[in-house]
Every structure is written in structure tokens, then in C-alpha cells.
């Protein structure tokens, strides 16, 4: 398998290049004698019966919290440590090109379409063949059998002609063994060379002859266009879901923030209750806000541990392998470009659209195809044959140009039925129409996206300014009602509590927003860079604009 191998990757290469990709899929090496056989048809099913079955009631008296606690730590891997996984985008990146299911059979569909090709390659490169037959017969005169082996060997060579048609040649051997005759004549042997061509000159002949090769070798640019857009897509994916779990965790923060401070509160209220200052129902308040917080506390941990258990899946990770997933070591920044230059851009490098375009150009050629099988088959024939000498019993290998034969032909076939071809070619007018449309549809479907995706880019900073200004607005209002605590309800304090939470947890939210909106627009207008390693790869300015902008958090 390994030169197969090889040449599957060298078609991919080479194909990835002429599309502008970073990275070509590489085969992966499987022995097909590794492959586990089934030992019977079917594998025994296993349902057992419920009295089969075991259930074992959890003590009352158990520690919840605790078990809660231990899912987090192990989550987390916080218990062992060195035992988890750093984890930042970049790794992220890295480890889902090389493990990642998803990713992995794209790959394998990129390489099954570079096999695709090879064999439609293959059918027209010249092709050998030895084909060796063995006949026993006999016949019988007045009860007396006469027995004879015949062995045939046939050597041929065949070959595809670009514009239609095909030659063959071949070495014919044939020798007979009589077993019951004279002494003599009892062996005969003779050889042939042949050469003989089939050549269309109307049906079947031109460029439509070579359809099934130029489609495939267009179907690999096709799906190395894709590939190169699918890994755009699935970087965009991977970071979407590592800034979900960077909310997540910013969301848990923010209420271990909050239960702290109203743990601070509970015990400041049970102190003024202690000195008369405030009813014991206040004091309450404060308590079920507390009791609150901590579900909620434990419900966002447990929330957390199933994306962090997903995102491994996507990955390709062990889902036992605790991980850590790191901060961002850099912020997007915001593109500055109006939307009808964002448009033009997205039209002129949409790999998609491309293929897209590309696919009319193949609904045209049906068309071509198809009125060439309305025109009348006219088909040249010829052969021409060298034997051995027929005066030698064994014509070994000298042959005799003077026994040359040869003979040519032509068939011509009138187009007096036609029906199912001519309805054939309307069928392939009335798909380049619809590719036709397709495509303008898709054209525009893209200009939506692109337009849409630059404006969340927009409203996402829209939303992150006024919920940075939320937050600040209700840490001044919090502060302010702990110095007056004397003069307001703990209800108020609560409630502030609660505005704060949300209105750090929208923070949050509209900074994943606008993080997914930039990484949308990239990919929405083809722009997204993916390096060979799997990682984003920086425009030019990028690095200019990470510079200016504040820390990321």
C-alpha cells in the first residue's frame, strides 16, 4: 500500500497548491489483512431481564455538596496536580487537526476523491492484460475418439484514445496437443500479432468522449476548494465553543464573586440582628439569598463540566483526561471596512462560490454532451495481423509479414429514434438553468451573510460597551448602598447583587458575541487564514491592532 500511498498524497499536494491551501490531507496507513473479521453474523444481543438487575438506593445521610465538589476537582483535575491539560486556543487548534473526529473523516473524504480520480486516470492509461485458457475436447468416428488440449494465450495491450474510441494489441499464442494420432503432427503451435482501433468520428467522439475523465479530475479541485473551507469552518467551530467555555467559567466567577459577598452580607446581617438594628425576617432575606447563590454556584460547575466533556469529544480527547482551558493570549480585533467592500471581497474569494461557478461550466458541457448523442454514430474500424508461418507445425516466434491480414470498416448508424436523447438533452438545458440560478442564488445568499455577519460585528460592540457601563454602574450602586448600609433594606442589597451578577454575566456574553462575530465575518468573506498546524493564522495589521488594544480578559 505504501507506493499507493504515495501517490494519493502527491495528487492531493498538488492539488492543494493549485487552490492556494495550507494543508493537504495525509493517507493514513491501514493493513487491510488488520482488519477484525466478524466471527458470526451477527453479535448476541444483551438485555437482561429485571430481575437480572441491580439497583442500589443512596443513603440519605450522604454528602451532596462534597460529591459535587469531587465531580468539579476531577473535571478539573485539580486533585492530581500536572494531571490535567493545558489547554489554549492555539492548542485547541492543534489538537482537533490531529485528533479530531469530524476532521479526521474529511480528510478520508478528500482522499477517497483523490482515488476517484486515480482510477478514472487509470482506465486511460494503457491497461495489460494476459488471459490463458485451457479447452479439452474430442471427437469420435465409428466409436474411435480422437482427444485434444488446446491452450491459448492471449498478450494484449489496451488503450483509451483522447477523442474517442480505443486501440488494442495482441500476442496471440495458441498450441494443440493431440493425444491419440500418428506419431507425427501430434503438437501444433502458432502466434499472432494483432493491432486493431475502434475511432468514432461523429456520436462519441470530441470532448465528450473524455467527460468522465475531465469531470473527475474537476471534482478534486472541487473538493480540495472544500476541504480548504471546511478546516475555515471547523477553526471557527473549535473557537466558538472554547469561548463558550471561557463564559462559562467567566459566569462561575462571577457567582463565586457573588456568593462571597453575600455570604459577607448574611453574616453582617446576623450581626445587626444580634444588636436590634434589623428584624430577624431581613436577616432571612439574606440567608435564602445565599442558599440561592450556592445552587446556582453549583448547577453553572455542573453545567461547565458537560460542555468541558463535549468539547473533548469534538476534539478526539480522552473523555476521562482532565483539561484546563487558558484565557486568551490574544483578542480579535475589529475590522474597519464598509459593507460594499466586505461584499466584493467575499464574492471574489468565497471558495464555495467558486465551486459554485465552476458547477455551471459543468451543466454547459452536459448540454454539449448531450447533442452530440443526437448526431448519427459513424464509427472507423481496422485491424491488422502478423501470423507465424501456416506451412510450420511450430511457428515459434518467427512471424511472416507475407500472411499479413488486416481490414478496415465503417459503420454508420442513422438517428431515426432519437426520443430518449433528445429528451435527454432538454433535461440538461433545463439543469444549467437551475445550476444558473443556484449559483445566483448562492451569490446572494452570500452578500446576506456577509453583510449580516459585519453588522453583528458592529452590534456586538454596541452591547459590550453598554454592558461594561452596566457593570460599573451597579459596582457604584452596590458600594454605595454598603457604606448607607444602616439606611436601606436588605432587599435592596440583594437586588443590587442580583443586577450586578447579570449584569456582569451580559458583559461576558457580548464579549463571546463580538469574539464569534469577527471569526464570522473572516470566514463569511474567505478571509480566515488557517496555518498548516491548524492554528488562525494572523492578517497583516492584525498584529498592529492586537498591540493597541487592551488586555484581553
Same mark, same amino acid.
Request: hydrophobic fraction near 40%.
Given at each position: 500500500?505504501?507506493?499507493?500511498?504515495?501517490?494519493?498524497?502527491?495528487?492531493?499536494? %498538488?492539488?492543494?497548491?493549485?487552490?492556494?491551501?495550507?494543508?493537504?490531507?495525509?493517507?493514513?496507513?491501514?493493513?487491510?489483512?488488520?482488519?477484525?473479521?466478524?466471527?458470526?453474523?451477527?453479535?448476541?444481543?444483551?438485555?437482561?431481564?429485571?430481575?437480572?438487575?441491580?439497583?442500589?438506593?443512596?443513603?440519605?445521610?450522604?454528602?451532596?455538596?462534597?460529591?459535587?465538589?469531587?465531580?468539579?476537582?476531577?473535571?478539573?483535575?485539580?486533585?492530581?496536580?500536572?494531571?490535567?491539560?493545558?489547554?489554549?486556543?492555539?492548542?485547541?487548534?492543534?489538537?482537533?487537526?490531529?485528533?479530531?473526529?469530524?476532521? *479526521?473523516?474529511?480528510?478520508?473524504?478528500?482522499?477517497?476523491?483523490?482515488?476517484?480520480?486515480?482510477?478514472?486516470?487509470?482506465?486511460?492509461?494503457?491497461?495489460?492484460?494476459?488471459?490463458?485458457?485451457?479447452?479439452?475436447?474430442?471427437?469420435?468416428?465409428?466409436?474411435?475418439?480422437?482427444?485434444?488440449?488446446?491452450?491459448?494465450?492471449?498478450?494484449?495491450?489496451?488503450?483509451?484514445?483522447? @477523442?474517442?474510441?480505443?486501440?488494442?494489441?495482441?500476442?496471440?499464442?495458441?498450441?494443440?496437443?493431440?493425444? %491419440?494420432?500418428?506419431?507425427?503432427?501430434?503438437?501444433?503451435?502458432?502466434?499472432?500479432?494483432?493491432?486493431?482501433?475502434?475511432?468514432?468520428?461523429?456520436?462519441?467522439?470530441?470532448?465528450?468522449?473524455?467527460?468522465?475523465?475531465?469531470?473527475?479530475?474537476?471534482? *478534486?479541485?472541487?473538493?480540495?476548494?472544500?476541504?480548504?473551507?471546511?478546516? %475555515?469552518?471547523?477553526?471557527?467551530?473549535?473557537?466558538?465553543?472554547?469561548?463558550?467555555?471561557?463564559?462559562?467559567?467567566? +459566569?462561575?466567577?462571577?457567582?463565586?464573586?457573588?456568593?462571597?459577598?453575600?455570604?459577607?452580607?448574611?453574616?453582617?446581617?446576623?450581626?445587626?440582628?444580634?444588636?436590634?438594628?434589623?428584624?430577624? @425576617?431581613?436577616?432571612?432575606?439574606?440567608?435564602? +439569598?445565599?442558599?440561592?447563590?450556592?445552587?446556582?454556584?453549583?448547577?453553572?460547575?455542573?453545567?461547565?463540566?458537560?460542555?468541558?466533556?463535549?468539547?473533548?469529544?469534538?476534539?478526539?480527547?480522552?473523555?476521562? %483526561?482532565?483539561?484546563?482551558?487558558?484565557?486568551?493570549?490574544?483578542?480579535?480585533?475589529?475590522?474597519?471596512?464598509?459593507?460594499?467592500?466586505?461584499?466584493?471581497?467575499?464574492?471574489?474569494?468565497?471558495?464555495?462560490?467558486?465551486?459554485?461557478?465552476?458547477?455551471?461550466?459543468?451543466?454547459?458541457?452536459?448540454?454539449?454532451?448531450?447533442?452530440?448523442?443526437?448526431?448519427?454514430?459513424?464509427?472507423?474500424?481496422?485491424?491488422?495481423?502478423?501470423?507465424?508461418?501456416?506451412?510450420?507445425?511450430?511457428?515459434?516466434?518467427?512471424?511472416?509479414?507475407?500472411? *499479413?491480414?488486416?481490414?478496415?470498416?465503417?459503420?454508420?448508424?442513422?438517428?431515426?429514434?432519437?426520443?430518449?436523447?433528445?429528451?435527454?438533452?432538454?433535461?440538461?438545458?433545463?439543469?444549467?438553468?437551475?445550476?444558473?440560478?443556484?449559483?445566483?442564488?448562492?451569490?446572494?445568499?452570500?452578500?446576506?451573510?456577509?453583510?449580516?455577519?459585519?453588522?453583528?460585528?458592529?452590534?456586538?460592540?454596541?452591547?459590550?460597551?453598554?454592558?461594561?457601563?452596566?457593570?460599573?454602574?451597579?459596582?457604584?450602586? *452596590?458600594?454605595?448602598?454598603?457604606?448607607?448600609?444602616?439606611?436601606?433594606?436588605?432587599?435592596?442589597?440583594?437586588?443590587?447583587?442580583?443586577?450586578?451578577?447579570?449584569?456582569?454575566?451580559?458583559?461576558?456574553?457580548?464579549?463571546?458575541?463580538?469574539?464569534?462575530?469577527?471569526?464570522?465575518?473572516?470566514?463569511?468573506?474567505?478571509?480566515?487564514?488557517?496555518?498548516?498546524?491548524?492554528?488562525?493564522?494572523?492578517?497583516?495589521?492584525?498584529?498592529?491592532?492586537?498591540?493597541?488594544?487592551?488586555?484581553?480578559?
Amino acid at each position: 500500500m505504501e507506493s499507493t500511498d504515495r501517490e494519493i498524497a502527491a495528487l492531493i499536494q %498538488r492539488r492543494t497548491q493549485d487552490v492556494g491551501g495550507t494543508r493537504s490531507p495525509a493517507p493514513r496507513r491501514a493493513n487491510p489483512e488488520d482488519v477484525e473479521r466478524p466471527v458470526a453474523p451477527l453479535r448476541q444481543t444483551l438485555n437482561p431481564a429485571p430481575n437480572d438487575l441491580r439497583f442500589t438506593p443512596a443513603a440519605e445521610a450522604r454528602d451532596v455538596a462534597a460529591r459535587l465538589e469531587g465531580y468539579t476537582a476531577t473535571a478539573l483535575g485539580t486533585q492530581s496536580p500536572g494531571a490535567a491539560l493545558d489547554l489554549d486556543l492555539e492548542g485547541a487548534f492543534r489538537t482537533a487537526q490531529l485528533s479530531a473526529r469530524d476532521y *479526521l473523516n474529511r480528510e478520508e473524504d478528500s482522499i477517497v476523491a483523490a482515488i476517484s480520480l486515480l482510477l478514472e486516470r487509470h482506465q486511460w492509461s494503457p491497461r495489460f492484460f494476459n488471459d490463458t485458457s485451457a479447452q479439452f475436447g474430442g471427437q469420435g468416428t465409428q466409436g474411435r475418439f480422437e482427444h485434444a488440449l488446446s491452450v491459448i494465450n492471449t498478450l494484449r495491450a489496451t488503450k483509451k484514445l483522447p @477523442f474517442g474510441g480505443d486501440i488494442e494489441a495482441r500476442w496471440i499464442t495458441a498450441a494443440t496437443q493431440q493425444l %491419440r494420432d500418428q506419431a507425427t503432427g501430434r503438437y501444433v503451435q502458432s502466434s499472432q500479432l494483432s493491432l486493431s482501433a475502434n475511432v468514432p468520428l461523429l456520436q462519441g467522439s470530441g470532448e465528450s468522449a473524455r467527460e468522465s475523465l475531465v469531470q473527475a479530475e474537476r471534482e *478534486l479541485i472541487y473538493d480540495a476548494r472544500s476541504f480548504e473551507r471546511f478546516r %475555515r469552518q471547523f477553526l471557527v467551530q473549535i473557537a466558538t465553543e472554547y469561548f463558550g467555555l471561557l463564559q462559562s467559567r467567566a +459566569q462561575i466567577v462571577n457567582q463565586e464573586r457573588q456568593l462571597t459577598s453575600l455570604k459577607k452580607f448574611a453574616e453582617s446581617s446576623a450581626a445587626r440582628v444580634a444588636a436590634g438594628r434589623i428584624s430577624e @425576617f431581613e436577616r432571612a432575606i439574606a440567608d435564602n +439569598q445565599v442558599l440561592s447563590a450556592t445552587a446556582a454556584l453549583a448547577s453553572q460547575r455542573e453545567s461547565y463540566i458537560l460542555s468541558l466533556d463535549r468539547f473533548k469529544v469534538r476534539l478526539g480527547l480522552p473523555i476521562d %483526561r482532565p483539561i484546563d482551558i487558558k484565557p486568551l493570549a490574544f483578542d480579535l480585533a475589529e475590522p474597519s471596512i464598509d459593507l460594499a467592500e466586505a461584499s466584493r471581497l467575499g464574492l471574489e474569494y468565497r471558495l464555495d462560490l467558486q465551486n459554485s461557478r465552476d458547477r455551471v461550466e459543468d451543466a454547459q458541457r452536459g448540454v454539449a454532451n448531450a447533442r452530440n448523442t443526437l448526431l448519427p454514430r459513424l464509427d472507423l474500424t481496422g485491424s491488422v495481423g502478423v501470423p507465424t508461418p501456416g506451412n510450420q507445425r511450430v511457428g515459434g516466434l518467427s512471424f511472416s509479414p507475407d500472411d *499479413l491480414n488486416y481490414s478496415a470498416g465503417l459503420l454508420l448508424s442513422l438517428p431515426l429514434d432519437r426520443k430518449s436523447e433528445a429528451l435527454a438533452l432538454r433535461t440538461a438545458t433545463i439543469r444549467l438553468e437551475q445550476s444558473r440560478r443556484q449559483h445566483d442564488k448562492a451569490r446572494d445568499e452570500a452578500v446576506i451573510e456577509i453583510r449580516g455577519s459585519l453588522r453583528n460585528i458592529d452590534l456586538g460592540r454596541f452591547r459590550l460597551t453598554l454592558a461594561e457601563k452596566a457593570v460599573e454602574i451597579n459596582q457604584r450602586r *452596590l458600594e454605595e448602598q454598603k457604606l448607607k448600609i444602616d439606611k436601606v433594606t436588605p432587599q435592596s442589597v440583594i437586588d443590587s447583587e442580583n443586577e450586578l451578577l447579570n449584569a456582569e454575566n451580559a458583559r461576558d456574553r457580548a464579549r463571546t458575541d463580538l469574539r464569534v462575530a469577527i471569526l464570522d465575518y473572516l470566514l463569511a468573506t474567505d478571509q480566515l487564514r488557517v496555518a498548516p498546524d491548524g492554528t488562525f493564522e494572523k492578517l497583516p495589521g492584525m498584529e498592529q491592532a492586537a498591540a493597541q488594544a487592551p488586555p484581553v480578559k
